[in-house]
């Protein structure tokens, strides 16, 4: 059974940092993995999308990467703002015919002005 | 079409009730998720259609739960004699079918309250 744990749970930070979010996976047979943002009480946001055969991706101030053999991705964020503050979770498709999600618990950032 | 939509975006209940939530995905992706989120956890799959056939269920989709994609376009997930631990946002994506690379696009959820 695929299980993904995200470190930290929570990350409080200075703004203007660059900070890096951990995803682990225990099943290293993925299609892809997806970084999501969720803002309290909303729904979730697609970041960043990794196929299995690519080892990053970027969009804007945000990069993401993936090494599917050690069974981890990390989310970059560079010069962090306020605007940053909210729950960023990763998820992994299986490799398989399934084509559900599986969730890390997420990590909650705060970035202080 | 905007994104995925939702409704209702919340829900009181008493418990024992039935309810009925509803989605609508952006046109023309043929493939429905729903999943449950609890507070302060990752959400988590509950089922998963393609087309109007719901081809994938959760063993956390107990016998209260049923879902349904009648003409392949908006689906709705229902709860029957709903328990205070069905309390929870409920969230529906959808994907269009290209091949192994598609994207999971979310809705707002719908956030289920059971006193």
């Known amino acids: 059974k695929q299980e993904v744990t995200q470190i930290p749970a929570a990350l409080s930070v200075p703004e203007g940092e660059n900070l890096v979010l951990n995803c682990s996976f225990t099943?290293?047979?993925?299609?892809?993995l997806q970084w999501f943002r969720q803002d309290p009480g909303k729904g979730l946001t697609s970041l960043l999308l990794?196929?299995?055969?690519?080892r990053e991706q970027t969009s804007g101030r945000l990069n993401a990467s993936l090494d599917k053999s050690s069974g981890r991705s990390t989310l970059y964020i560079a010069a962090s703002q306020p605007g940053d503050s909210a729950t960023y979770l990763c998820?992994?498709?299986?490799?398989?015919?399934?084509?559900?999600?599986?969730f890390g618990g997420g990590t909650r950032l705060m970035v202080k002005p | 079409d905007t994104g995925v939509s939702q409704n209702p975006r919340h829900k009181i209940t008493k418990r024992g009730q039935n309810v009925t939530f509803r989605c609508d995905p952006i046109?023309?992706?043929?493939?429905l998720y729903w999943y449950r989120q609890t507070l302060g956890q990752g959400p988590e799959f509950l089922t998963y259609?393609?087309?109007?056939?719901?081809?994938?269920k959760s063993r956390l989709l107990s016998d209260r739960f049923s879902a349904e994609r009648p003409k392949g376009s908006f689906s709705t997930l229902e709860i029957q004699r709903t328990e205070q631990g069905d309390s929870a946002m409920y969230l529906c994506?959808?994907?269009?079918?290209?091949?192994?690379?598609?994207?999971?696009?979310f809705g707002p959820g719908t956030r289920l309250t059971v006193t």
């Open positions: 259609f393609q087309n109007e056939a719901q081809l994938e």
């Open positions: 990794i196929q299995s055969s690519q």
């Open positions: 046109s023309e992706h043929n493939r």
């Open positions: 998820a992994v498709r299986r490799g398989n015919a399934g084509n559900m999600l599986t």
């Open positions: 994506a959808s994907s269009p079918w290209t091949g192994e690379g598609y994207e999971q696009y």
């Open positions: 099943d290293s047979a993925i299609y892809n």
